[in-house]
């Protein structure tokens, strides 16, 4: 099974709104993390935000938010008032375990994310 | 804002012939990784490095791969001998004490 699954290949939204980008993870790991990371068409991976499985709040960094919903196992990323500059490649991401040697990071296959002026 | 560099931004390189990718982490992170994209697709892990051993690894990362962090600030990926389906972005990562992962701008491999 895969462990990061983002369903939709391409969304549309109209600038200025808000848009919802969907994550569904897969594991057997009570700790664990979620990640949200932009990749632009220059290619670079920009990091969003991050949530852990023991965080009692939902993630925000200022646009960016992260609605976690761990019995369902989503963490989707909210973005409010888009912007031009969002149209890029979005990836959510997953760490599992406790590891004091880092965490591997799993990533799912990412949705196109396309702003209209 | 201190930030991952990667060098060279494009490596084209031909087959057999080996290559060396270098990073450098922001200061004070303790955990360094390298993953990969080819074309279109989704990003792979390769390799974790901390305390100067390698942590994790993927079965990406056979013996035509090594890491290793000479001189205490750059973080090198070496691949021996080059093949055709070597050619991606290869990204460095690095971890402070959080678990937040900062991607550098990734290198270019062109193997032809």
């Known amino acids: 099974a895969q462990k990061i699954t983002q369903t939709q290949p391409g969304m549309f939204v109209q600038e200025k709104e808000a848009v919802t980008l969907d994550c569904t993870y897969d594991t057997s790991d009570p700790s664990y993390g979620l990640f949200w990371y932009k990749q632009p068409s220059s290619g670079e991976m920009i990091f969003l935000i991050y949530q852990g499985s023991y965080d009692q709040q939902n993630a925000t960094e200022g646009r960016y938010s992260l609605n976690f919903q761990k019995a369902r196992k989503s963490a989707n990323l909210v973005i409010s008032a888009s912007q031009l500059g969002d149209s890029a490649m979005y990836f959510c991401?997953?760490?599992?375990?406790?590891?004091?040697?880092?965490?591997?990071?799993?990533f799912g296959g990412g949705t196109r994310l396309m702003v209209k002026p | 804002e201190p930030e991952v560099t990667q060098t060279p931004s494009h490596q084209v390189t031909q087959m057999g012939q080996e290559v060396i990718l270098r990073c450098v982490p922001i200061s004070n992170h303790l955990y360094f990784y390298w993953y990969r994209q080819i074309l279109g697709q989704k990003v792979e892990f390769l390799v974790s490095f901390y305390n100067n051993e390698i942590s994790e690894k993927s079965e990406i990362f056979d013996d035509q791969f090594s890491v290793e962090r000479p001189d205490g600030s750059n973080f090198t990926l070496k691949i021996r001998s080059t093949k055709l389906e070597d050619s991606a972005m290869y990204f460095c990562?690095?971890?402070?004490?959080?678990?937040?992962?900062?991607f550098g701008p990734g290198t270019r491999l062109t193997v032809t």
């Open positions: 991401a997953m760490r599992e375990g406790r590891s004091n040697a880092g965490n591997m990071l799993t």
């Open positions: 990562a690095t971890q402070g004490i959080s678990y937040e992962q900062y």
